[in-house]
């Protein structure tokens, strides 16, 4: 169940470094520049870390406290990847190359990737 309420989410992914290509080179930016995309999708990934390692240590805090684990534990993953994904999606039409550096749309999927890396391993 959870793998298909993460679809959307993985489907974004994929949009947005099919058409960063693909935009970016309307606006004159060369191909090697516009598949730096990916570093952006592993810095994305690599933030996310942090609030898992951080959900994980929680969960072993409680186990050791001999608690059971509560619903209530993972709410700091989701109050980070709710609002990361809203903005991921959000931002890339503010951010058109002829306006901002490409590099600052690139922003959006590293957002974008934080809301999936979250929530779809858990």
Request: glycine share 8%.
């Amino acid at each position: 169940m959870l793998r298909i309420a993460a679809s959307p989410i993985y489907g974004m992914v994929y949009l947005f470094t099919e058409s960063f290509t693909v935009v970016y080179s309307d606006f004159g930016v060369n191909s090697r520049a516009t598949s730096l995309r990916f570093v952006a999708v592993l810095l994305g990934t690599l933030l996310s870390g942090v609030v898992r390692f951080w959900d994980h240590h929680k969960l072993n805090a409680r186990q050791k406290s001999g608690q059971r684990p509560e619903p209530e534990d993972k709410i700091v993953g989701f109050a980070i990847a709710a609002p990361a994904l809203a903005a991921g999606v959000w931002t890339p039409g503010w951010t058109v190359p002829s306006l901002v550096h490409w590099i600052g749309s690139m922003f959006s999927l590293v957002l974008v990737r934080i809301a999936a890396s979250d929530r779809v391993c858990w």
